[in-house]
């Protein structure tokens, strides 16, 4: 959602054009991959690091949800405060 009131620098009518050329080339210098193009998401799947990534995730998840949300639970109902 953009908000109205919002301008880029390019279009921003109140600041001055060394100002606005300022912005511009410290963005530059602080996101030099914005013009460079993306990498795919299907080009990340031929990775053996992002299945390990997955893997670990699959793994790892379910019992940090047993621990974070279950196992409190189970401590009040066993009157362990």
Known sequence: MVRRSYRTPQEYPRISESER????????????EAGKPRTPCVSLLR????WGTIVAKGLTDPVWFC????FPIYLVAKAFR
């Open 21 to 32: 050329q300022m912005i511009l080339a410290d963005s530059r210098d602080l996101y030099p």
């Open 47 to 50: 990775l053996p690091q992002t």
């Open 67 to 70: 621990v974070t949300d279950w």
